[in-house]
């Protein structure tokens, strides 16, 4: 069983920048592929972007892709969405959801566990 827990998310002005951060109870981190999805209102949820649990590969949705980056620290227990660029359509609450071994998928129901998720909230 594993628990996340995602950091606070905020309100910023389109251009501006924020990082999201999720923590993971257990000591089996390192086997876990972590992913951040995100949800508007009145919208599907959709993937932003995954890392690999042995790190060697993010994916990133095509909307976010230079804008966007994912990385873990698997001493901490953490994974991060360093999020530049911010734009208005950015605005959503932010998931993070892990499952173990698997490749960094970008279907979310490959994966068995979620945070709480988080606003993030852009402002024109």
């Known amino acids: 069983q594993v628990q996340l827990i995602e950091s606070a998310g905020g309100l910023v002005q389109a251009g501006g920048s924020l990082r999201l951060s999720c923590v993971a109870s257990?000591?089996?981190?390192?086997?876990?592929?972590m992913a951040w999805f995100r949800q508007a209102p009145g919208k599907e949820r959709e993937f932003v972007a995954a890392?690999?649990?042995?790190?060697?590969?993010?994916r990133y949705a095509d909307s976010v892709k230079g804008r966007f980056t994912i990385s873990r620290d698997n001493a901490k227990n953490t994974v991060d969405l360093q999020m530049n660029s911010l734009k208005p359509e950015d605005t959503a609450v932010y998931y993070c959801a892990a499952r173990w071994r698997s490749n960094a998928n970008i279907q979310g129901d490959d994966y068995s566990y979620w945070g709480q998720g988080t606003q993030v909230t852009v402002s024109s």
């Open positions: 890392i690999r649990w042995s790190g060697d590969t993010t």
């Open positions: 257990g000591r089996t981190f390192s086997s876990y592929t």
